[in-house]
């Protein structure tokens, strides 16, 4: 998929004040630093979509995004932060749960992973409460330029058989690095195919 436009529509802390759902919508989800913003940035071609760096205990916002007019990409606020209170924790769980489980045009979590790492329990319960509740998701392994792909694969399989205790079969996996671009045409052509469908 060609990315002719990409523009910020709105910021929102409210779930009750978000966008009409009149477009397909693909959300982005990760722990703090997993390489977020900067996968959207490279996704869309556009150096400061997505703010980088977000520091703990800022106000925890849905971003839409609208890309060539006909989906929106959506930013949620990142989890697991280090210093985070277990007050901050609960509102990010009420907020984003409220958002994923509410959000009717909403056709695929992609949930980030960073590849440098062994299978982490908040992402591996994160993924089970989607599977739950019914939400597809996909799982998008990031920072692939910051090691070597034996070992992105490694990482990959240990976290494909931790979640094989839970799930029948695993979902659909992006290897990816906002740093080269790798893996960015693949999920941009997942989303188009999902949005002819
Ligand atoms: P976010 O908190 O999930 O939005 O993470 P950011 O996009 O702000 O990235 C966190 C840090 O990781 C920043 O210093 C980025 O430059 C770095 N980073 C993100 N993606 C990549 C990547 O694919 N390759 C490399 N080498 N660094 C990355």
Known sequence: MLIKSAEFVCSNTNVGQLPAPTLPEYAFIGRSN????????????????????????????????????????????????????????????????????????????????????????????????????????MLVFTKADKQSMVKSDQNIAKFKKALLTWFEEVPLVFLTSAETKAGTDSILGTIGEINEN
């Open 34 to 137: 997993v390489g977020k913003s900067s996968l959207i940035n490279a996704l869309t071609n556009r150096k400061g979509l997505a703010k980088t760096s977000q520091k703990p205990g800022k106000t925890q916002l849905i971003n839409h995004f609208v890309i060539n007019g006909d989906w929106y990409l959506v930013d949620l606020p990142g989890y697991g932060f280090a210093q985070t209170s277990k007050k901050n924790r609960a509102e990010w769980e009420k907020f984003i749960r409220q958002y994923l489980t509410k959000r009717d045009n909403l056709q695929c979590v992609f949930v980030l992973i960073d590849s440098r790492h062994e299978p982490q329990r908040i992402d591996l319960n994160f993924c089970c409460w989607l599977g739950e509740q019914g939400l597809p998701f």
